[in-house]
């Protein structure tokens, strides 16, 4: 139990549509990270959310973009979904966002599937 | 850029067999290194850590040392159990930044 909480936990999608999915933070962590995973592959950073800004990108198109409340969870969107989306989204917090070592706690995730 | 290459799998044992698990990695500068695992269906969990160079992390009997030297940081389990199956993935973070990027996973099995 790390006290990250996704949701949902699976949906499924229509090619084009958009899709919101929800994280809550663990307590006291303010920084809150999103990752792709897709089937059979390792998890690929898609951004970092501090203090409600983007606070770091990885090789995502603009259709990602993302959310941060002022209670730390977060929010990921994905406009005109692709069928190549369909993946495990990892959401993942931690309680600073420049520290090496620091533990990151992972939620179980959320599966999505495009069709 | 950062990348971590680690054995391509299924690695599959028997019970009580010795596990080990090949990661290498590039990086500018001294990332901190990490295992995660993930079990079916699930998310993922930190298994160990290292922050710098010859530092081991272990737990619940796995270890792995950090090698600057080779840019390793493989992974050992002396007497694995049916319960270790899972998918484990090398992950490296730099200094600056939480961002961890992964290599590939190994699918490990192990067999009664």
């Known amino acids: 139990e790390t006290g990250v909480t996704q949701s949902p936990t699976h949906l499924i999608k229509t090619r084009g549509q958009q899709v919101t999915l929800r994280c809550s933070s663990q307590?006291?962590?303010?920084?809150v990270s999103w990752y792709q995973q897709a089937l059979g592959q390792g998890p690929q950073f898609i951004f970092q959310?501090?203090?409600?800004?983007?606070?770091g990108r990885g090789n995502f198109p603009p259709r990602f973009s993302g959310l941060q409340f002022p209670n730390y969870s977060s929010e990921l969107n994905v406009n005109a979904l692709e069928l190549d989306d369909s993946a495990l989204y990892l959401c993942?917090?931690?309680?600073?966002?420049?520290?090496?070592?620091?533990?990151?706690?992972f939620g179980e995730g959320s599966w999505l599937t495009v069709v | 850029g950062d990348s971590v290459t680690q054995m391509e799998g299924p690695v599959t044992l028997s019970e009580e067999a010795f596990l080990t698990i090949n990661c290498t990695y590039t990086?500018?500068?001294?990332?901190?290194l990490f295992w995660y695992v993930q079990y079916p269906g699930e998310g993922l969990q930190l298994l160990l850590k290292?922050?710098?160079?010859?530092d081991k992390g272990s737990n619940k009997g796995f270890e792995a040392t950090y090698r600057k030297e080779t840019t390793s940081f493989h992974l050992e389990k002396g007497s694995v159990q049916v319960s270790d199956s899972a998918v484990y993935f090398c992950?490296?973070?730099?200094?600056?930044?939480?961002?961890?990027?992964f290599g590939g996973g190994t699918r490990v099995l192990v067999k009664p």
């Open positions: 993942a917090s931690s309680p600073t966002p420049d520290s090496s070592g620091n533990t990151i706690y």
């Open positions: 307590s006291g962590h303010n920084t």
């Open positions: 959310y501090y203090r409600e800004e983007e606070n």
């Open positions: 990086a500018t500068g001294y990332p901190s």
């Open positions: 290292a922050t710098k160079a010859d």
């Open positions: 992950a490296l973070m730099r200094a600056a930044g939480n961002k961890l990027t």
